[in-house]
């Protein structure tokens, strides 16, 4: 990216070259949205259903989830600029510390959103709730933090 997509009041850093440390996308997400601008600022329970795909080798590991009604989603915002130290989000020159945002524009630009699991087909959840673009790396799935619990199974 360059500086000349910054707004007002918003300032960069030149960035290191890349560290030690290294990840593994484990699937892809699909949702509707192909442009920034035309994205949700925070994803909604009542959103259009969005797919979340993992790479065969994972499905043994989705074992269990089907018992979670809310589960967490951690991918990496590929498509964001990394190097903004202060933000402008709403353009009208007040600005913050990136840390102080929920922005897609971080040093390490992983996204967290907790979705409404629908259902899993084979390798796939079918979810409510994303707030990223299609075609976002996914990184990790984990059971809602605030339920470490599953759902109690229906009684017969």
């Known amino acids: 990216m360059s500086g000349s997509d910054i707004r007002p009041g918003e300032t960069i850093v030149d960035l290191p070259a890349a560290g030690d440390a290294a990840l593994h996308f484990i699937g892809t997400i699909h949702t509707p949205w192909l442009r920034r601008e035309d994205c949700p600022r925070q994803g909604r329970s009542d959103g259009p259903q969005c797919r979340i795909e993992l790479d065969p080798v ?4 989705l074992k269990g989830l089907e018992d979670y009604e809310m589960i967490e989603v951690l991918y990496w915002l590929d498509r964001s600029r990394r190097d903004l130290v202060c933000q402008s989000p709403r353009s009208d020159g007040a600005t913050v510390g990136t840390f102080a945002l929920r922005s897609p524009v971080r040093p390490n630009p992983i996204g967290t959103s907790l979705v409404r699991l629908l259902s899993i087909e084979e390798n796939t959840l079918i979810v409510r709730g ?8 996914l990184i990790d799935i ?8 599953p759902v109690a199974p229906p009684k017969s």
């Not at 994972?58 to 590991?61: S, T």
């Not at 984990?142 to 619990?149: I, L, S």
Request: with cysteine; hydrophobic share 30%; glycine share 4%.
């Open 58 to 61: 994972w499905r043994p590991a």
């Open 130 to 137: 994303l707030d990223c673009l299609d075609g976002t790396p």
């Open 142 to 149: 984990k059971p809602d933090r605030c339920a470490f619990t």
